[in-house]
């Protein structure tokens, strides 16, 4: 490669890999699979390694820097961060809004925007010519901490503004890149990644949050930016502080302002012209919010107008022009009837608290989780206590602690029992472990039960039918004691069998054969090994692409996968070497249960290319290469490497190589350009695709026309 080549390379490297960023973190619709992407970023790794002169701060693989030498520097707000009034009822919104009518005279038009209230904390991002210089904590809204080296980790926060050169869901120009941007917004953890988190730090017999918030502020302080960079942290943006080069007029722009330039910006937020309308739309999300999979305290109503904004002003830290409706707590009190504890899959022993059954937001619950004992230990919940009890988003509801003052003395302090409730065991303690686990792997049937469980469960094996009941009964019966076993039921077995007629029986058994043809990713997920989840399991199948590959790798060869860390990567390791593991793929392929990769990478979006092999040739004028494999993928159909018989398309761009060229030409493969393959997505007709018919368009075509694979039925937005 010449210099040119190699820069015009890390370049375009860099923006495929800000452009799948956008697309996975502000669209929320990947457009290549995750082995795809790491596969651009290792390119661009190895590149900068040998190249380090071509290194820059903005490139992807600078997020993780050094820790800054001592405390959290000082930063003062060039504008300041302000707060918000809050209303806990549409009285108070109501209020809100007539005095505000009041201040702009009882004439005036306004206009709402309603936000949705994350749960997180509030940031600010310096922006200089697009580049991200600078971010900070709100602090006391005047002087906040320079947080930089830790928010650069945050994969949905840009290092660099606008990063492509067209954007997909967006409406806006494009071009325009403020020479100064200050972003506000808020750093927030997703409900599962807390859930998820929280379970890693308690393996790791560290300190668990309290709830996402905490768990999103304790990671964004962290001295170290490397372990922020494990946090799994993310980004909206909500408003702007300091702007020069864009005169921005209303909230509402603002927000289509910030998704241009490639940030992430709530879904969620409309704009309204009538007050009802608005209040409509906060009473719709007080009963929708555990639809969303982070938590929100509540939404916002803002005025539209910058200009009435600035005429209602700011009293104290609260603005006149905004209000956060706050949603209802979803906590109550309740009385701490039991401890019962309940056997893992992988043996651990949980305890869960059976309480008293109480409302919250609208539905009873009767259990809650306990985490461990440890935790029990540490905020001394005895039973008998009244307990605070919890619930976030749709996950299980978990005891906060005991009302101490409420105590009368008949609290009962709980015990881990010595033994395993299901089959008697004596329970062990790693050294330095938080959990408790039965040993008895290989044959306690809480174990064995749990285990086919998760094997049949949605986002494992997806086995209709086969539900906790029938597990039970296959257990109990002895019929099955792994999950392999479950491929050895025939109709015999179920004679006699209350409830079971024989097309039941048909029914059970044909889901059961069928779950045989898994993708690999689900059989690995439905192994339950310990941190392996869809994502880490769909990485571990693209890049092993057998289930004997995987077994094979040692825990430095999965480490070195972009996105596994040390932790997964033992725990995978260790899962395979053991004796009945072995035995257990072995005996899988056995009954004959698919244990390598197939399929698309993609999730198909059409079927138009359907059978149809197509290679690609040169530079295409308006899409990269992953973009242009990403779409015919989509659509159903294949990209080759090379040229041979089954190649039913060559495309070709602007500098097509030569032996795949002369190759085709030998062959009599048609050849078409960009355009001429957007014609085949169905753009064809009339004048969405004059450049069918003409071969000079597609060179002519600018990278803006791009912004419509919407209509090729790619749906990014
Ligand atoms: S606007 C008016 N918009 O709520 C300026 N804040 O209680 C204040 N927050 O510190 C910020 N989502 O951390 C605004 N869509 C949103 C928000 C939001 C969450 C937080 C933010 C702020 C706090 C005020």
Redesign the pocket.
Known sequence: MTTDDLVRRVESLREQIRYHNYCYYVLDEPVISDAEYDALMRELRDLEAAHPELVTPDSPTQRTGAPPSEQFAKVQHAVP????A?AFDEAGVRAWYDRTLRLLGNNAHVAFVV????????VTLIYRDGVLVRGAT?GDGEIGEDVTANLRTIPSIPLRLAPFSQMPGTAMPQHIIPPLLEV?G?VYMRIADFMRLNEQLAAAGEKIAANPRNAAAGSLRQKDPSVTARRPLRF?A??IGQVEGVELLTQWETLQFLRTLGLPV?RD?RRFERFEDALAYCREWMTRRDELEYEVDGV?I?IDSFAQQTELGVVGRD?R??I?FKFPAREATSRLLDIVVNVGRTGVITPNAVIEPVNIGGVTVRNASLHNADYIAERDIRIGDYVIVKRAGDVIPYIVGPVVARRDGSERVWQMPATCPACGTPLERAEGEVAYRCPNFGICPAQITRRIEHFVSRSAMDIAGVGEKQVQLFVERGWVQDVADLYTLTPEHFNGIEGYGSKRIANLLNAIEESKNRPLHRLIVGLGIRYVGEVVAQMLADHFGSLDALAAASADEIDDLEGIGPAIAASVAEYFSRPESKALIQKLKRVGVRTVATGPVVAPKGDTLAGKTFVITGTLPSMSREEVSALIVAHGGKVSGSVSRKTDYLVIGNDPGGTKFTRAQELGIPMIDEAGLLALFGMAEGSASPAAENDDAAATTSRGTIAEPQQLGLSLD
């Open positions: 961060m302000l707060s918000l809050n936000e949705p209230k994350i749960d997180g904390l509030a709100r506000r808020e909206f909500y408003g709530n937020a916002v803002k603005p022009w905004a956060a």
